[in-house]
């Protein structure tokens, strides 16, 4: 899956693996031996899933070692990071846009409906995020 969306493969394993794992927090060194993988693949991979904010490093007291765990909200940030690029194209086809204004309407059809489909979304997902709070929050109640 996370190939698909042009991630490495290693850090949807290691993103899989922290989604089951017992205890929720791993060790570099468990996460290297349970996926059968370079220590500098895993720490490469980690960082990046920290990056994106799916994953958190947590100290534990007493130990040296970094462990890591899903971040709280992972779902949340992904959102975030989606709603930020489609903000980014629908700006960059607003530039585009202004760019072609004296040309001819069929000249700008491609890009308007890249605008059109990116604003729609901006619009949208907001509300879409809110309609899930809201739900999370009820079936907490329940």
């Known amino acids: 899956m996370f190939e698909l969306i042009g991630l ?18 791993q060790s570099s060194g ?3 031996e349970v996926l059968q993988a370079s220590k500098g ?39 975030e ?12 086809s607003e530039r585009g846009l202004d760019l072609l204004k004296t040309q001819p309407p069929e000249s700008q059809q491609r890009l308007r409906e890249m605008h059109d489909y990116h ?3 901006e619009q949208e997902l907001p509300r879409v995020h809110q309609r899930w709070i809201e739900h999370r929050r009820k079936m907490a109640v329940e």
């Open 30 to 32: 468990e996460l290297a």
């Open 81 to 92: 990071q989606q709603l930020a690029r489609i903000a980014a194209f629908r700006k960059l």
């Open 119 to 121: 604003a729609f979304w």
């Open 41 to 79: 693949s895993i720490s490469s991979m980690t960082r990046l899933l920290i990056q994106l904010g799916l994953i958190e490093r947590l100290p534990l007291p007493g130990d040296r070692r970094d462990f890591f765990q899903i971040k709280p909200h992972a779902w949340s940030q992904l959102h």
């Open 8 to 25: 490495p493969r290693m850090a949807g394993r290691i993103f899989g693996w922290l989604l089951i794992s017992q205890p929720p927090h």
